[in-house]
């Protein structure tokens, strides 16, 4: 199986929306690649200071199969949330193509920084959301090393 290494630092966002009026907005965004399922999605701590403009600085590494940047469709989706102790809030949403994302870094040496806006459902909401990605090379992993690393990675949790 082909893949490689893919690393996205949530950098921060600007000028969100304010969903919370009371207290302070304490931000944090949930990531998925290719799906939206929870044993796969990873989360940032929140910001508890920049409120509407949190700044998170927080690295994620991934191992993503080599057709996940070679055809269209695998999406990277970066969901944003206040935190309240009676239910968090939704903020919204950035939706990427791993392959334009991939593309894109390959013009710059394999790394980019980008900006997106953050969306509510098909509209346009307030804000963009800054991050930047790092594809590795791709290799080749034998498939019992990988469901030896699938094993290694659920007892870690």
């Not at 082909?2 to 630092?9: A, G, S």
């Not at 392959?99 to 804000?127: F, I, N």
Request: proline fraction near 3%; charged fraction near 25%.
């Amino acid at each position: 199986m082909n893949c490689r290494k893919f690393d996205l630092t949530l950098i921060g966002a600007n000028d969100l929306e304010v969903v919370r009026k009371v207290f302070k907005m304490k931000v944090y965004a949930r990531i998925s690649i290719g799906s939206s399922n929870s044993e796969t999605e990873k989360w940032t701590p929140p910001d508890k200071h920049g409120e509407e403009n949190p700044a998170w600085n927080y690295t994620m590494n991934y191992t993503i199969a080599e057709t996940m940047v070679r055809h269209y469709g695998t999406m990277l989706v970066i969901k944003l949330y206040c935190r309240r102790k009676l239910g968090d809030r939704y903020v919204g949403e950035v939706h990427a193509d791993m392959r334009d994302l991939y593309e894109h870094a390959q013009l710059y040496g394999g790394s980019a920084a980008m900006c997106y806006p953050v969306k509510k459902g098909s509209v346009s909401s307030k804000g963009e959301l800054r991050f930047s990605c790092r594809f590795g090379e791709c290799v080749s992993i034998d498939n019992m090393l990988l469901a030896q690393g699938i094993v290694d990675w659920a007892k870690s949790m």
